[in-house]
């Protein structure tokens, strides 16, 4: 079944506590996206990664890292978390620029 | 930069009725249109698409027609069921931009009663 995995699903921890949310496609697709979705913001990208190690910045990607060292992962690194950033995030694939993108079922952060 | 702005719900229906969502877009390209569904718990699902004027997308009863000369992109289904609450997402991707970005709008819960 083509998926598109985050974990993990939730999670609550402290400000200043490093932590990764992971997200793994099976669909082979180039195109990689983190999203962080906000009551009346919509959806705003976060990062995203058009193939191995090429990743850049979307709108709002002050606090946040990424890395793609290989094509089905893309992980979201939050070095020094803090409570603005509780929210809840969705990572994407899709197979190419301006085709439908596919979600993960999403992670929802609490930062305390 | 290009924006999309959607109606703000709650939209509260009783089962059967007619359910229309405004959206409306600004872009500097020629984007395409997208609506995406997310039930309760879930990620965001596809709904329909459209990627040029007076195209019209259509999938599960939703339809929606990309109208170039009013930049809208309303989504109406003719007969709603409790099964259809979720919240509803217009987006858009512009071809000014090679990865093909969405940008959202911010979302319509639509409530739908027996």
């Known amino acids: 079944e083509a998926q598109v995995t985050q974990n993990p699903r939730y999670l609550i921890t402290v400000t200043g506590k490093k932590l990764t949310v992971t997200c793994s496609q099976n669909?082979?697709?180039?195109?990689m996206s983190w999203y962080r979705q906000d009551p009346g913001l919509g959806l705003r990208q976060i990062y995203y990664?058009?193939?191995?190690?090429?990743?850049d910045k979307g709108d709002v990607p002050e606090g946040y890292k990424v890395s793609r060292k290989e094509k089905r992962n893309f992980p979201l690194i939050l070095e020094s978390p803090s409570p603005n950033q509780t929210s809840l995030y969705f990572c994407?694939?899709?197979?190419?620029?301006?085709?439908?993108?596919?979600f993960g079922d999403g992670t929802r952060l609490s930062i305390l | 930069g290009d924006s999309v702005t959607q109606m703000e719900g709650p939209v509260t229906l009783s089962e059967e009725a007619f359910l229309t969502i405004n959206c409306t877009y600004t872009?500097?390209?020629?984007?395409?249109l997208f609506w995406y569904v997310q039930y309760p718990g879930e990620g965001l699902q596809l709904l329909l698409k459209?990627?040029?004027?007076?195209d019209k997308g259509s999938n599960k009863g939703f339809e929606a027609t990309y109208r170039k000369e009013t930049t809208s992109f309303h989504l109406e289904k003719g007969s709603v069921q409790v099964s259809d609450s979720a919240v509803y997402f217009c987006?858009?991707?512009?071809?000014?931009?090679?990865?093909?970005?969405?940008?959202f709008g911010a979302g319509t819960q639509v409530v739908v009663t027996p």
């Open positions: 669909m082979n697709h180039e195109y």
């Open positions: 872009a500097t390209g020629y984007p395409s």
């Open positions: 994407a694939s899709s197979s190419g620029g301006h085709q439908p993108q596919h």
């Open positions: 987006a858009l991707s512009d071809s000014t931009d090679s990865w093909g970005k969405l940008q």
């Open positions: 990664s058009m193939n191995v190690e090429v990743t």
């Open positions: 459209a990627t040029k004027a007076d």
